[in-house]
């Protein structure tokens, strides 16, 4: 019986793409854990804002204040975009890791899913450090310390994320070339 190219490379691959399919599922499970918990902090944040409510109106305190508006921003940014990550490796999660999906589908929702989950954290990380700003208005911090709060949580996840990644997209370069040897 002859087998065609791609019926010889389904046979000659599948205990490979057995192992990308258990890979695959464990990174999307792991990351929309880590989506679920920022999501929830994000959510939470929206509810608890900085400075509190006016006793009398309701109204928060620094409402008018432009950190507030930075606040409001990144939360919602942070709350949306950890979101669409669960979304995105939830339908990792849910295909049905066919061959073909392998090449275009599968990397790209992975590559997606990762990037809302990095901007989600980097804008949650922002939310947090905002909360300093009633402390700066107030003269009890100075600028250089804002300006480098809000730039941490994005180096932090440039130099967390980004190499780890880096090493994962090369070991599934890898991979295929060393099992066909």
Known sequence: ????????????????????????????????????????VAFAAAYTVPGGPNQSTGVPVLV???????????????????????????????SPFRFKDFKHTLPNKLMVGFAFLFLCGNDDGS??????????????L????????????????????FPSLYITIKDLQLAPENSLH
């Open 64 to 94: 008018n204040k432009p950190f507030f508006v930075v606040f409001t921003v990144t939360d919602v940014l942070s709350l949306t975009f950890a979101l669409t990550s669960v979304v995105t490796f939830l339908s990792i999660l849910t």
């Open 127 to 140: 939310v947090w450090s905002n909360n300093h700003s009633d402390d700066l208005q107030q003269g009890k």
């Open 142 to 161: 100075d600028k250089n310390y804002s300006i480098c709060s809000l730039l941490y949580p994005s180096w932090h996840l440039c130099t967390i994320l």
């Open 1 to 40: 019986m002859k087998l065609t190219a791609e019926g010889y490379f389904i046979t000659a691959n599948s205990e490979l793409r057995n192992l990308a399919k258990e890979w695959l599922k464990t990174t999307a499970e792991g990351c929309s854990v880590v989506a679920v918990l920022i999501a929830t």
